[in-house]
């Protein structure tokens, strides 16, 4: 167990068996076959020559498989990644100079670096801050870019952009040169795919076939609209009219290569390489985890650290570049049925045997057909019911999710994705900065106490009791200080102010300043400041401090046992007072309390 | 009281009497002959005519006077806006040029603008995310950098730099040219003002003077020091032997000037314009908080907003640049007694004055005697007592508070300040991002519920009850859900979870999901979940989500509900089950509960 937790592929690798093999197997070819034009189309995005794109994709693999633990995820270049690298490395090298491709390594070398950091640091729980709404409403926005940024392969035209008005307006301004023979090969092929992914399967099933025959067939539709096209383009020599393909890939396996270390060059390039870390782990983890709450599985985010930073560390001496667990490969991989990282494994043996012999079998293949493979794959992610759901729920999780969403596809996935955690972060410490304060009063004939305002309780108008709901630290800490002395200017009665603490879970430093200066003002108006059902952390640590030894009050275990004292003690006074009985007329004795009834307002 | 609030002014100056006006009047004489060459030289460092920073000085104070809050904060121009000023300004227009004084007052106006607009929004609760460790921590460590800052001037040596090493570093550089006859006027008139400070009032009450006598002789301490350094430089020519002096300052009264509008400008300064309102409205409001918190008085942080923007709105249309309340002159202003903001508009009227007319008075006030009373006056506000009470109290406030000393030390108090506000709320993100969860159980005799672990409670081995100590949110949603999973592991005889709610003050959407597949989970085997103790707030939101009817159990008002019911039923059902009695051993009847006393760990 142990050895799993550091090495993840004994978790799976031991009971692997054939089911998962064939699966595995299946997936991986489609990948591979995905794969081979798609790294081609991101290295030069990057700037750098094509064979970087298929390098960056063999040996990252397979040290992801070995340390990674996502069962799906499929790392390699990705499209935001190969754009950041293009924009810093743009800034310290010319392109198509040896310094430019040194320094591509070296960026790959320190996102490598900080990630294995992070990871052994175990920051992973980092993650958590991408809220369900967030991570949603991304995935639904990027399914929305990466579909809209396909188009133009589709159409046979070309077009640019980072964000959906970008790229619709640049597919708009290139409508006059669109490709209509790839366009049919294209839409064609969407559309058999939307017709194997959607309605295939029931057909099979009511033709009699098996579950199992009919899912296999199903699963088999990309691989079979791959090679339709590319006969197609072959037997009627459709390239020469105007539909682009794969063409030749050079030929040859990852060199061995080592980034440059010169301190300047590792300075220019350490924030850059920090954003792509950041925004890398953020996609990748986001995919894994999507993907792997699909099937019920898990994902370690601190363990995805060490998986991606070996993974980049294995880009920078392979040739490759920055990478990351892939949007559009892993739902392609999962998607082809890939149960364990050893798809990834077949892929990347695969992509080596594709770089060094294989190349020529995909020279036909048209690109709006794999245009066509990923828009399928992506658009079963878009889904606009959790801003639906949310709003129902919580205007603070819609107002996350519908932001992540518009600045995802307005100003790009980078700032989409910060934003989104930034503005949950934000809401957050927004909703605990005025805390729900209720004031109780006892159930009759029970021990619990309840809202005055929801519940028919017992109230004493000496004992003001409030419940404070939420922790109590420096953003919110002089909300409850307010509170209390707006109360003390209306309740002239008042002998006794009880703060229940059931729901205080922490008390910072701020708010025990808030605290002290409470009771030194309650003392000096002579009202005991008392607590009741104060918890054991809590406690803990209001004793290291002055507070309770100069607690104008006492501490109650319970607040059954502040009311029974308090309540009791405020009668006995109360009669011994000049104006005792001004009040007697709202209140009547039930055995030792003063009780009144509060009305449910 | 409405009027008031739009106008702070009304606030004080109805009462405004004869003891406040001596006090203010006397603060501003002080404050003013403090301003002169401060203003000039902090017009210098941001690259403008010296003349800009008197200006600077005039309107805003006044636009402050009428619409600040804080009684004792002093607008105008401070060190580190002065050097923002310059790094923005210096991107866009050239130094000594027109453009440059035009761009400046342009960054005044945005500034001016964001803060107007931060201040109608609201948003002034944005000061609260300053915890009381930081703001101590950050005075502490500014007080530091301006005492650094001011020694130049007592040795007669010059010196730059924004952080402590760079200053003390620039000082031991130049320490050869030390002028002694500097080192004397600046060491004893800061020896004076400690000795006026510490020694002088009680020296004063044993030789009989009275309490108000006493004060104001020790008040009147700057201004002896200021008198008698400036006749000593006069006198004996020491201007002549090195000792620097204010020298001749331009006459005349505040121009009337107009900021650029263009588009392209506008925008090259936006994103400065915004740290810069930042940056001066934390100072300023952390200032203002610490000066009203030592005469128990308050500050609206909304309506500063307004204050501030309006001086510095002011400032772009009367010759001056971006402005803010200032550490240095507000601690002086208050140190020398300032009761109202009236202080601040005597201070303008003296300053125009000044500017017109009495400049040549302070000729030969020497500048050692000037940052002798800087340097007396911050130093009172240094105060590392905050370091050993939060180690003492929490160590996340502890490392809050240090950090923010270092930061800003090391790296200046834009950074520090910055950092350690993002540090308070990570620490608190992260203590929330792993909840506190207690298996609790009943105190004999009570309807309390406490931790099993901390006191002697009954349990019952069929019903968990587990006490939640945290809101449930996306960054601690899903431990919870691993937490009750191990649980399940361990507990086969387990036949309801209860989740006590008491200290859950928020279920945000990603918790609900949670939540919905840990119940989902527990029905598949057979175990069910029940809440109670739900507060009104969470209840309400939960049921506009499908949770609460599809809840395999129930939700009690209270645990002791839950408990009478839960553990009723687990007895009778044990005993029709096979294995009924195995836990026999452990628990006995007692009334219609099972009882399993935990023993106190």
């Known amino acids: 167990m142990q050895a799993a937790r550091f090495l993840p592929i004994l978790s799976w690798a031991r009971s692997y068996g054939r089911g998962e093999l064939s699966s595995d197997l299946m997936a991986a070819v489609i990948v591979t076959i995905m794969l081979i034009p798609q790294s081609l189309a991101y290295a030069l995005l990057a700037g750098l020559p094509p064979e970087a794109g298929l390098y960056a994709s063999i040996a990252p693999i397979l040290l992801y498989a070995i340390l990674g633990t996502s069962r799906a995820l499929a790392v390699g270049p990705v499209a935001v990644v190969s754009l950041l690298t293009a924009s810093a490395v743009g800034q310290v090298a010319e392109q198509g100079t040896a310094g430019y491709a040194v320094a591509a390594l070296t960026l790959a070398f320190i996102s490598g670096g900080f990630l294995l950091l992070l990871g052994v640091l175990r920051l992973g729980f980092l993650a958590n801050f991408l809220s369900h709404p967030v991570i949603a409403g991304f995935i639904t926005a990027s399914g929305i870019l990466i579909a809209a940024s396909q188009l133009k392969h589709v159409l046979g035209i070309s077009a640019h952009g980072h964000t959906l008005l970008e790229i619709l307006g640049s597919l708009a301004s290139h409508l006059n040169a669109v490709n209509w023979i790839t366009v049919i090969i294209g839409g064609s092929a969407a559309a058999f795919l939307f017709w194997v992914r959607r309605g295939l399967k029931p057909a099979l099933l009511r033709l009699g076939a098996s579950e199992g025959v009919a899912d296999v067939l199903t699963k088999a539709g990309p691989i079979a609209v791959v090679t339709a096209s590319t006969a197609a383009v072959w037997a009627m020599d459709l390239a020469d009219r105007g539909v682009k393909i794969v063409g030749e890939v050079p030929q040859s396996l990852p060199p061995l290569t080592m980034p440059g270390l010169a301190p300047e060059l590792l300075e220019a390039l350490l924030v850059p390489a920090i954003l792509i870390s950041v925004i890398g782990f953020v996609e990748s983890v986001s995919v894994a985890q999507t993907l792997a709450a699909k099937k019920r599985q898990r994902i370690d985010p601190d363990q995805e650290l060490i998986g991606l930073g070996a993974a980049n560390i294995g880009a920078a001496f392979t040739g490759g570049y920055p990478v990351t667990g892939g949007f559009a490969r892993s739902v392609v991989n999962f998607d082809a049925g890939a149960e364990t990282p050893a798809a990834g494994a077949f892929t990347a043996i695969g992509l080596a045997i594709a770089a060094l012999a294989l190349t020529p079998l995909v020279y036909f293949l048209p690109n709006a057909t794999l245009a066509a493979t990923i828009i399928v794959a992506v658009m079963s992610l878009v889904d606009f019911s959790i801003l639906r759901k949310t709003w129902a729920y919580s205007r603070a999780d819609f107002i996350a999710v519908a932001a992540t969403i518009l600045l995802t596809l307005g100003l790009g996935v980078e700032i989409g994705v910060a934003s989104g955690v930034a503005i949950s972060v934000l809401l957050h410490l927004y909703k605990t900065s005025s805390p729900h304060v209720a004031e109780v009063g006892r159930v009759p004939g029970t021990e619990h ?152 307002r």
Chains 1, 2 share one sequence.
């Open 449 to 600: 106490f309840r809202n005055t305002l929801r519940h028919k309780v017992e109230t004493d108008p000496s004992v003001l009791t409030l419940r404070v709901d939420e922790s109590l630290y420096f953003v919110n800490a002089r909300v409850l200080e307010e509170l209390i002395y707006n109360r003390i200017a209306n309740g002239s009665k008042l002998k006794h102010i009880v703060l229940m603490f059931s729901a205080v879970n922490e008390v910072d430093y701020s708010a025990l300043e808030c605290l002290e200066a409470i009771n030194h003002r309650l003392k000096a108006l002579g009202i005991g400041l008392h607590l009741s059902e104060v918890k054991g952390p809590v406690m803990d640590r209001l004793k290291r401090s002055h507070f309770i030894e100069n607690l104008n009050g006492q501490v109650f275990l319970s607040q059954q046992n502040a009311w029974v004292t308090l309540s009791t003690q405020s009668v006995v006074s109360d009669a011994n007072r000049d104006h005792a009985g001004e009040d007697g007329v709202e209140s009547a004795t039930s055995g030792n309390t003063a009780v009144a009834v509060a009305h449910h």
